[in-house]
T-cell receptor
Framework: GQSLEQPSEVTAVEGAIVQINCTYQ??????LSWYQQHDGGAPTFLSY????GLEETGRFSSFLSRSDSYGYLLLQELQMKDSASYFC????????FGAGTTVTVRA | DTGVSQNPRHKITKRGQNVTFRCDPI?????LYWYRQTLGQGPEFLTY????????KSRLLSDRFSAERPKGSFSTLEIQRTEQGDSAMYLC?????????FGSGTRLTVV
């Protein structure tokens, strides 16, 4: 099965950089995904790593190291609208999610 | 493309009643997933379909839960004899080859 751990909360100021770490124990997966979810909203896809290394999509970047069973999501130039929950998820036919990290951006 | 649509958005039911939720996926997507999410947790996988075939069911899906996708388009999730522990957000997602696109969910409250 899959078990993913990520910090429960992170607080930062506008314009800052936040890194959300995700460690996992899994028997095998295709890739590591990151989703954003605002209160009451649908989870929205942010980034995906099939291979080790860094993937950059605008202000968001994601990293995967399979040998370390570790990944992270990097949020740059934080904006107030980035206040949300962020989930890492391993993908193998379906998604297995971590418990999520609540990011609070302060002015 | 209007995204993944779920109905109803909210459902309040008395314990012991049956409820049914509907999901309309993105039209060309052949895979459809159901997840359940409780407060402060990530979505938990329940089941998924490829076209009309139900390919996998989680152990979370007790005998009281049943899902169908009869024509490979929309899907329904039925919960029989609801219990208070069934209170959660039920999320539907669909995909073709790429990442899953989620609907906004149906929030179920069992009183």
């Amino acid at each position: 099965g899959q078990s993913l751990e990520q910090p429960s909360e992170v607080t930062a100021v506008e314009g800052a950089i936040v890194q959300i770490n995700c460690t996992y124990q899994t028997s095998g997966f295709y890739g590591l995904s990151w989703y954003q979810q605002h209160d009451g909203g649908a989870p929205t896809f942010l980034s995906y790593n099939a291979l080790d290394g860094l993937e950059e999509t605008g202000r968001f970047s994601s990293f995967l190291s399979r040998s370390d069973s570790y990944g992270y999501l990097l949020l740059q130039e934080l904006q107030m609208k980035d206040s949300a929950s962020y989930f890492c998820a391993v993908e193998r036919d379906k998604l297995s999610f971590g418990a999520g990290t609540t990011v609070t951006v302060r002015a | 493309d209007t995204g993944v649509s779920q109905n109803p958005r909210h459902k309040i039911t008395k314990r012991g009643q049956n409820v049914t939720f509907r999901c309309d996926p993105i039209s060309e997507h052949n895979r459809l997933y159901w997840y359940r999410q409780t407060l402060g947790q990530g979505p938990e996988f329940l089941t998924y379909f490829q076209n009309e075939a139900q390919l996998e069911k989680s152990r979370l899906l007790s005998d009281r839960f049943s899902a169908e996708r009869p024509k490979g388009s929309f899907s329904t999730l039925e919960i029989q004899r609801t219990e208070q522990g069934d209170s959660a957000m039920y999320l539907c997602a669909s995909s073709l080859r790429d990442r899953e696109t989620f609907g906004s969910g149906t929030r179920l409250t069992v009183v």
